[in-house]
């Protein structure tokens, strides 16, 4: 919470990973909806600094975070409107992947 009260919600996941994230690390971005600013702002950081990351979205087949990530090793979406679905989903694909 202290990057959100000290730097907004749009830009907590940014100065995170300004803090935290190397040219060694893989960042993996979830957003159901696909239209979070603080994941748009994430996608823009990774892919301006060449930092690893992939995606996870649902809802909207076209939406901005899916759409806008072009470096991700992964855009996986979700073909359903409800959260459940969604996130049932997203969290299948993380114990596949460790």
Same mark, same amino acid.
């Given at each position: 919470?202290?990057?959100?009260?000290?730097?907004?919600?749009?830009?907590?996941?940014?100065?995170?990973?300004?803090?935290?994230?190397? @040219?060694?690390?893989? &960042?993996?971005?979830? +957003?159901?909806?696909?239209?979070?600013?603080?994941? =748009? %702002? !994430?996608?823009? #950081?990774?892919?301006?600094?060449?930092?690893?990351?992939?995606?996870?979205?649902?809802?909207? @087949?076209?939406?901005? &975070?899916?759409?806008? +990530?072009?470096?991700?090793?992964?855009?996986?979406? =979700? %073909? !359903?409107?409800? #959260?459940?679905?969604?996130?049932?989903?997203?969290?299948?694909?993380?114990?596949?992947?460790?």
């Amino acid at each position: 919470t202290c990057f959100i009260n000290d730097f907004g919600m749009s830009n907590a996941y940014v100065k995170f990973l300004n803090f935290y994230s190397d @040219k060694k690390t893989l &960042v993996i971005l979830i +957003s159901s909806g696909g239209e979070s600013k603080n994941i =748009v %702002n !994430s996608v823009n #950081y990774l892919e301006k600094n060449k930092i690893s990351y992939g995606v996870l979205t649902g809802f909207n @087949k076209h939406n901005k &975070v899916r759409t806008m +990530s072009k470096k991700a090793l992964f855009n996986f979406h =979700v %073909n !359903s409107k409800s #959260y459940g679905v969604v996130e049932c989903t997203h969290q299948i694909f993380l114990h596949g992947l460790i």
